[in-house]
Nanobody, 125 residues
């Protein structure tokens, strides 16, 4: 069983930056595709960014392009999301997730097998 624990969330002013981390335990994630999702009350959980097993391929939602960077350190079993130029509309609970399938980029929420508990990101205007 895989456990995912996010950290790095918090309160930041608009225009600021945060770096989210997702530490995994239970097994190595080096063969898994990974993703960051976010959710606000009353809305569906949406994909923000995804990365394949090696880190060689990435995907970003339009809302994240040019501002967020997803990366991974397989040696540390950790996933990251660098968020710059944050906006109030980025306020959400952010979740990391792992897809135990082929390791290829996964942009469909239903492909993900393991989820963290989430970390709150609040951007003030």
């Amino acid at each position: 069983q895989v456990q995912l624990v996010e950290s790095g969330g918090g309160l930041v002013q608009a225009g600021g930056s945060l770096r989210l981390s997702c530490a995994a335990s239970g097994r190595t994630l080096s063969t898994y595709a990974m993703g960051w999702f976010r959710q606000t009350p009353g809305k569906e959980r949406e994909l923000v960014a995804a990365i394949n097993w090696s880190g060689g391929y990435t995907y970003y939602a339009d809302s994240a392009k040019g501002r967020f960077t997803i990366s991974r350190d397989n040696a540390k079993n950790t996933l990251y999301l660098q968020m710059n130029s944050l906006k109030p509309e980025d306020t959400a609970v952010y979740y990391c997730a792992a897809d135990k399938g082929s390791g290829a980029l996964a942009i469909v929420r239903g492909l993900y097998d393991y989820w963290g508990q989430g970390t709150q990101v609040t951007v003030s205007s």
